[in-house]
């Protein structure tokens, strides 16, 4: 059973940083694509970030400057680096992975096949 496990959420002030990971089990992914979304109270699952088998990424404009993705497939973990926090990046994050091998990048929610739980991250002003 693939199960992707994020953590690393939690409170913190405007300016802050937080480092969220996404560990996967069952299978590893070190040849897929893997990403962040994010969702806000009574908005949408958004896209955050992706990354792909090669270490290529894309972010949406929001966060760029400010969140690194990266990959540990030795570990068979995502990471999240976000910096300089403000109060709209508020949201419940979460990891995804797509199961087809040489995959590229993607924003779309349905080009991904593997889901964790998610962890809440809150930025106060």
């Known amino acids: 059973q693939v199960q992707l496990v994020e953590s690393g959420g939690g409170l913190v002030q405007a300016g802050g940083s937080l480092r969220l990971s996404c560990t996967a089990s069952?299978?590893?992914?070190?040849?897929?694509?893997m990403g962040w979304f994010r969702q806000a109270p009574g908005k949408e699952r958004e896209f955050v970030v992706a990354i792909n088998w090669s270490g290529a990424y894309t972010y949406t404009d929001s966060v760029k400057g400010r969140f690194t993705i990266s990959r540990d497939n030795a570990k068979n973990t995502l990471y999240l680096e976000m910096n300089n926090l403000k109060p709209e990046d508020t949201a419940v994050y979460c990891c995804?992975?797509?199961?087809?091998?040489?995959?590229?990048?993607?924003?779309?929610?349905?080009?991904?096949?593997?889901w964790g739980q998610g962890t809440q991250v809150t930025v106060s002003s």
């Open positions: 995804a992975a797509r199961a087809r091998f040489y995959s590229g990048i993607s924003s779309r929610r349905a080009d991904y096949n593997y």
């Open positions: 069952g299978r590893t992914f070190d040849n897929n694509a």
